[in-house]
C-alpha cells in the first residue's frame, strides 16, 4: 500500500473543479486519508518545489501556488503513486493522454491544475510539508477495502 501527496492547485481551486478532481481518485477506489484547503505560504512553496530551484519557471510557480487556496490531499492504494499520476496526465497537458485530468480541463504546463508525488521519496517530504501525523484519518475502511476482507476471507 502506497500514500502519496496531491495538491489541486490555485487555478483548479478558483475554476471549481475540487469536486470534479476528487471524484476522480475516489472512483478509482483510492482512499483519501487527509484532507484540507489551506493558504500555501512562500516558505512552504520553496520547500515543496526545492527541485525546481534556479529553473527558467521557478518564480512564476512560487508564485502561482501561493497565489490562492490550495486542497492538499494524502491518497492510499495498491501503487498509488503511479496510480494517481496516471489519473494526472503529464506535466504538459500537450503531452497528456485524453482522460487524464489534465488533458480534460488544461492548457498549459504552468497552470496545469493539479500537482501529484512522483515517487515514494518525495511522496513522503511532500506530505511531511502539509500534514502533521494527527491528520490522518487511515483507520476507517472504505467500500473497495470491505470487498477485498470478502475476498481474503477463508
Ligand atoms: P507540478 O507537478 O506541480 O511540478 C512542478 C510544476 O512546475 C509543474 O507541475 C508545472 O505546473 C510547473 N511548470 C511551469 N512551467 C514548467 C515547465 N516549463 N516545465 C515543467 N514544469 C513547469
Known sequence: MER???AIKPDGVKRGLIGEIIKRFEQKSYKITALKMLNVTPEMAA???EEHYGKPFYPRLIKFITLAPVVAM???GE???AGVRHIVG???PDNADVGTIRADFSSLASTNLIHASDSLESAKRELAIYFNENEYCSDYKTMFELIQDDL???
Do not use: C, L
Request: hydrophobic share 40%; no cysteine.
Open 47 to 49: 520547500k515543496h518545489y
Open 74 to 76: 494524502a491518497i492510499e
Open 79 to 81: 501503487n498509488a503513486i
Open 90 to 92: 503529464a506535466t504538459n
Open 4 to 6: 502519496t501527496f496531491v
Open 152 to 154: 481474503n476471507r477463508e
